[in-house]
């Protein structure tokens, strides 16, 4: 699409940049002044001079980024940048996730990063504030699953089933796994699940992205109990996904493969023990 003078967000290959205001939105490369919609890895990248986000995410993006050079806009609130007004208004995607409103003679465009609409209307993601429409000329939209092959079921659904699996498991005297990514889908997972089954665990990446959550802002509950699985166990049994069984002991299997099976008796590998003692705890 060819560019024009008076478009307000152009592309540039350090991604979408914004000439009058002299800014990006979530760029992929090192830039002076970054625009961050949310703290996933694909949008918020280090290297950045300056980064202005919501005042909710920065936990979460220190968390991430380490030692930057944030400013946290409430949402709503304006900041003027060369003479574009620059506000950030709720996505509904994570925790402090925004569409970027850029207004500048007489124009406005939005920029909407992630964001979370659903067509059953009882679905709602409780960890953030909901995805707020908002008036423009120009709407930039991330399309991720905009294909229409794409059908889900509503998430009360989604969340019985996992809490239906979840009861069968601990009245049979088994653990059960949930994989999913620290930050977002595994906030969501803990505010869906019924915390009367039993005491929840999680993994220390999960746990970094959960404590700057759990706050008056997020209804994201804490695990019940923080623990560190091995991520780095000995060469005898890589309890990682992706990898083969244990060697020591046909029969261990990798612990990402199998929510409920646990290390083959005749396995004395420092991961097996855990993966024992993790297990352990739960009952």
Known sequence: MAE????????????????????Y?????????AVITHAHADHA?????????????EGVLCARLGNITLQGLAYGETVLLNGVQVSLHPAG???GSAQVRLAYRGQVWVASGDYFCSGHESDANTTCAPFEPVRCDCFITESTFGLPIYRWRPQAEVMAD???????????GR???????????????????????????????????????????SSCPPPSRWRHWPTAPCASAPWCWRHRPCA?????G????AVTRLPAAGCNCAAAAAARAWTAALH
């Open 4 to 23: 024009r003078s008076s478009d307000l967000i152009v592309q540039r290959p350090e991604g979408l940049y914004c000439p009058a205001g002299d800014f």
């Open 25 to 33: 939105i979530d760029p992929w490369r090192p830039v002076a002044r």
């Open 45 to 57: 990248r280090r290297g950045h001079g300056a980064y202005l986000a919501t005042a909710i995410s």
């Open 93 to 95: 995607h994570v925790l």
């Open 162 to 172: 996992i809490n239906t699996w979840w009861r069968t498991n601990a009245e049979a």
């Open 175 to 217: 653990a059960s796994l949930l994989l999913g990514y620290s930050f977002g889908k595994a906030q969501r997972l803990l505010a869906g699940v019924d915390p009367g089954i039993g005491p929840s665990s999680c993994t220390m990446p999960l746990r970094r992205s959960t404590r700057p959550t759990a706050q008056p802002a």
């Open 248 to 252: 020591a002991a046909p029969g261990c």
């Open 254 to 257: 990798s612990w990402a493969t």
